[in-house]
């Protein structure tokens, strides 16, 4: 069913940055494949905000803070399990920079997430310890943001935990599918998506934004 955006709408680009794509320190498989589209999505709305995965060197989540681990493991923390990862975005470095093929000139907000040391935040909402809030909400609400439009990477990492926090917002929440790429870990990708679907967020494909 073709969705046309409204001025009530908003798209959240998750994650962009130089890491996470071909060459960077956690790249996900044709995350550059995405920008182009995203673009192009981007023109359709009067409101963007980015997020920005934003981590200090030695973060809680990198394997190497972790003497024994490997990239990838999982081990237990005081907010629950966290898989650990090789060091990516960390502030003020390249990896962490957006990619300068992005063309959003019109992007409102930047959202930076997992800035303190010993917790970690897939969502661009809260932090994993699922109490620190990033003040995301309360913009969107003073804004009068009423449907979210998710897109970026991961989809089974950032974008799901963000997707699924919006919706428990109270946020109707749409994910543009072939707009986004996945790290699919373990099954980590059809999880998400199980867990989206089950919590009401709408799975849709850029062709739908009409
Ligand atoms: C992400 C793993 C670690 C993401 C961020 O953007 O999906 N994944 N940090
Ligand atoms: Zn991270």
């Known amino acids: 069913m073709p969705i046309t955006p409204r001025p009530d709408d908003l798209l959240l680009v998750v994650d962009l940055q130089y890491d996470f794509l071909p060459g960077g320190s956690l790249a996900v498989t044709g995350g550059d494949e995405i920008i182009i589209p995203i673009n192009r999505l981007g023109r359709r709305f ?26 990838f493991d999982v081990i237990g923390l005081p907010y629950g399990p966290q898989v650990l990862w090789p060091d990516h975005c960390v502030w003020d470095t390249h990896g962490a920079q957006f990619s300068k093929d992005i063309e959003l000139p019109h992007s409102q907000l930047t959202i930076r997430k997992g800035y303190h040391e010993v917790i970690d935040s ?35 990492f950032c974008v799901a935990w963000t997707a699924l926090d919006a919706r428990a917002a109270g946020f109707e929440t749409y994910v543009i599918e072939d707009a986004c790429r996945a790290i699919d870990n373990g099954g980590s990708l ?10 009401g967020v709408n799975r849709i494909v850029a062709g739908d934004i009409a």
């Open 46 to 71: 009067d409101n963007v905000v980015m997020t920005q995965d934003w981590h200090p060197p030695g973060h809680i989540s990198f394997a190497s803070s972790h003497p024994g681990t490997q990239p």
């Open 122 to 156: 897939y969502s661009g909402f809260e932090e994993a310890d699922r109490k620190t809030k990033t003040g995301l909400e309360g913009y969107l609400r003073e804004r009068g943001i009423r449907r979210l439009f998710v897109v970026g990477l991961a989809t089974d």
């Open 190 to 199: 059809a999880q998400a998506w199980a867990d989206m679907n089950a919590a």
